[in-house]
């Protein structure tokens, strides 16, 4: 478990990013933040908001719908108190985000800086300079398998260890990756103990663990808390140094070692606003207007977020046109799935398509028209979401090319629109294809059409499927809806395929209509009343 989170939470701070970014020579520019980040979405509403003296959280996860880091439910139940509901991953010996009787709290995933590159100053193949010591690298061999023509062949590969972590060697030199959760293996206890959590006090006193070296923490309990931080281990870094690019590892100067403390971190407690909100966007932008966190008051090398998008845009637009919100308006701001006017992309900007004449550009004449006059509704039977689904993905070829801006202007536009119609013609026959169409939820056998698109709240990201459709494999993955009133903790939730990974089971996918209709399932804490409903009831042993 110890080496599972290990790798899962390095990955997690993009250590991964800067090991590939190496290997490939590309280590001259180690910028993550302008690529489109899937993420999640959380929001919490107090009181202050609420009708009915009711206390609402928003859990919801924008994960891989299958894979190693895909959600499973579980209810979690022990003779030491736990009594929880919510989602982790297989490996996971406790709930990573959920509800017990108590409290509930989610994550998104934020992006402060969190992993450096330091390019040694080797003296040779094998020593490096510190200040003025002579230091020696350490070396490892890790097996690995390349494919030769399709076949995988086992090799070994040399890397290193400085004093500055992890090292690897490409054409231009040697370089280590230090990110905190090298330092820090102790991220599964700290959600163990957040399981049992009773109250905000206690929580927060976990938290000071400072053992999540990331992720934006949401959060609501019965006594009417609200609270939101942008977590995470940040190291305490000199200021001489731009550590957005390489830095140089030849100095003490550079060799951080002290991290910023949980109080220390952008953070909304109980706001009168009545509500917390994030979608991978600024934690400076996370609550009314002024109430918010002032970037002044943090170091500008912790690099936190400063944009919003259109995840983030929405959400608070909606929660600011509603006086009161009741369970009923929660849920529809949870389902929203339509876009702000303009796109607020936080990668890219596309909003000259709505600049463009149509009688311009004969030849797709109808497909700017369908954009232009599409209601932003990411709909099943919408032909605007479609075309512009189509064009969304047809963008890739173009925005991987570096000397592109990123700024779409007119002609880039114009290319990615033939190349969507001369794709609609070949695989539907018709230049009106309903989103529906195009975009699907597939497990096994089971292909049912869905709504969503990459950025709106209910986010959808797809991959190539079949005669020219695409299918859904990030996005909408747990989502989990938390009353808390008078009467109790209530708990409803739903997960994109269903509660089993095996095909031969009939709750492999028994829950993809029921999401597919933006519905939930209620859950209940009562284990003896849980047991009494069951279908069924085994041992493992």
């Known amino acids: 478990m ?21 290997i490939e020579n590309n280590s001259k520019d180690i910028s993550f933040l302008d690529q489109n980040k899937l993420g999640s979405n959380l929001f919490a509403f107090s009181t202050n908001i609420t009708k009915n003296g009711e206390t609402y959280l928003g859990i919801n996860t924008h994960q891989p719908l299958d894979g190693p880091t895909s959600w499973y439910e579980a209810h979690l139940v022990s003779e030491e108190g736990t009594n929880i509901i919510g989602a982790t ?8 985000t959920g509800t017990n009787e108590n409290l509930g709290w989610t994550h998104t995933v934020n992006y402060p800086d969190k992993t450096d590159v330091f390019k040694l100053e080797m003296v040779d193949k094998r020593n490096y300079r510190f200040d003025d010591k002579i230091l020696k690298l350490k070396t490892f061999k890790a097996k690995a398998y390349i494919k030769i023509l399709g076949i995988p062949i086992k090799v070994k590969k040399k890397y290193y260890k400085s004093i500055y972590g992890p090292t690897l060697k490409n054409k231009s030199g040697y370089y280590s990756v230090r990110t905190p959760s090298l330092f820090h293996i102790r991220g599964l206890e700290q959600w163990w103990k957040m399981n049992k959590a009773k109250n905000f006090q206690e929580f927060y006193n976990i938290l000071k663990m400072n053992q999540i070296p990331g992720y934006n923490i949401g959060y609501a309990d019965k006594n009417d808390t609200i609270f939101y931080i942008s977590n995470g281990i940040i190291p305490k870094r000199n200021n001489s140094y731009n550590w957005t690019n390489i830095v140089p590892g030849n100095t003490k100067k550079t060799l951080w070692n002290e991290y910023y403390q949980t109080e220390e971190l952008p953070q909304v407690i109980s706001p009168k606003s009545g509500y917390v909100y994030n979608a991978n966007h600024s934690p400076f932008k996370s609550t009314s207007l002024d109430e918010n966190p002032n970037p002044n008051d943090f170091a500008k090398n912790m690099n936190f977020e400063l944009y919003d998008n259109n995840r983030s845009t929405r959400i608070f637009n909606l929660i600011n046109s509603t006086e009161k919100i009741d369970y009923e308006r929660f849920k529809e701001i949870k389902y929203d799935h339509t876009f702000p006017d303009p796109f607020i992309y936080n990668f890219m900007n596309v909003n000259n398509l709505f600049d463009m004449k149509p009688e311009d550009y004969p030849d797709i004449k109808e497909l700017l028209i369908q954009i232009q ?3 932003r509704k990411t709909d099943i039977e919408s032909v605007g979401a479609g075309t512009y689904a189509m064009f969304y993905y047809s963008l890739g070829k173009y925005y991987r090319k570096s000397y592109i801006n990123r700024n779409f202007g007119k002609d880039i536009i114009a290319l990615c629109l033939r190349d969507v119609k001369e794709k609609m013609l070949k695989y539907f026959n018709t230049t009106e294809v309903k989103l529906g169409d195009y975009q699907k939820l597939v497990r096994g056998e089971k292909e049912i059409p869905i709504w969503g698109m990459p950025d709106v709240i209910t986010a959808m990201n797809s991959s190539p499927h079949t005669n020219g459709k695409v299918k859904v494999t990030h996005g909408e993955s747990y989502i989990q809806l938390v009353k808390f009133s008078k009467e109790g903790t209530e ?7 269903g509660s089993s990974d095996h095909i031969e089971s009939k709750h492999y996918h028994d829950q ?4 597919k209709n933006f519905g939930v399932k209620k859950m209940s804490f009562d284990k003896s009343y849980n047991y009494k409903n069951a279908k069924k009831i085994y041992n493992p042993n």
């Open 512 to 515: 993809m209509d029921i999401y």
């Open 89 to 96: 991953f297989a490996g996971a010996p406790c709930i990573l």
């Open 2 to 22: 110890v080496k599972y989170s290990f790798l899962q939470l390095f990955i997690a701070n993009e250590g991964d990013k800067a090991i590939i970014s190496i």
């Open 373 to 375: 006059d599409w209601d």
């Open 491 to 497: 708990v409803e939730s739903i997960i994109s395929y």
